[in-house]
C-alpha cells in the first residue's frame, strides 16, 4: 500500500510539472508569436519605405534628365543666336557709314540683352 499511494503521489506531481510545463510552453509560444508578429509587421514597413524611396529616386532622377534636355536646348538656341549675332555684327562692321556702324550696335545691344533676359530666366526656371 504504501508504495502505491507514494506511487500515486508522484503520478500526481508529475501531471502538475507536465501542466506547468505546458502553460509555460504555450506562454512562450505567445510571447514568441507576439514578437515574430511585430517583426513582420516591421518588415513589412520597411519593404514599403523601400519601394517608396525606390520610385522617389527614379522620380528624381527622370526630373534631372529632362531638366537637363531643358538646359541643353536652351543654352543651344543660345549660342545659335550669338552666332547669328556675331555675323550681323560682321556684316555691319565691314560697312563704311558710320550711323549704320551705330545703329547696328544698338541693335547688337539691344539682342545681346534679351539674350542675357533670356538666360537669366532660364536660370530662374531651373
Do not use: P
Not at 500500500?1 to 502538475?16: A, H, P, R, T
Not at 543651344?76 to 551705330?102: G, N, Q
Not at 550696335?105 to 533676359?117: E, G, S
Amino acid at each position: 500500500m504504501l508504495f502505491q499511494e507514494e506511487n500515486s503521489d508522484l503520478n500526481k506531481l508529475l501531471y502538475k510539472l507536465r501542466t506547468i510545463s505546458t502553460w509555460k510552453k504555450a506562454g512562450m509560444r505567445t510571447c514568441y508569436s507576439k514578437k515574430e508578429g511585430a517583426l513582420r509587421d516591421q518588415l513589412v514597413k520597411s519593404e514599403r519605405e523601400k519601394l517608396e524611396l525606390q520610385l522617389k529616386h527614379e522620380q528624381d532622377l527622370v526630373n534631372l534628365r529632362q531638366d537637363n534636355e531643358a538646359k541643353k536646348t536652351a543654352a543651344l538656341s543660345t549660342e545659335r543666336e550669338i552666332k547669328a549675332l556675331k555675323k550681323y555684327i560682321c556684316f555691319y562692321l565691314s560697312l563704311s557709314d558710320f550711323d549704320t556702324v551705330v545703329g547696328c550696335m544698338r541693335t547688337y545691344r539691344y539682342l545681346l540683352d534679351a539674350t542675357k533676359n533670356f538666360a537669366k530666366r532660364v536660370k530662374y526656371y531651373s
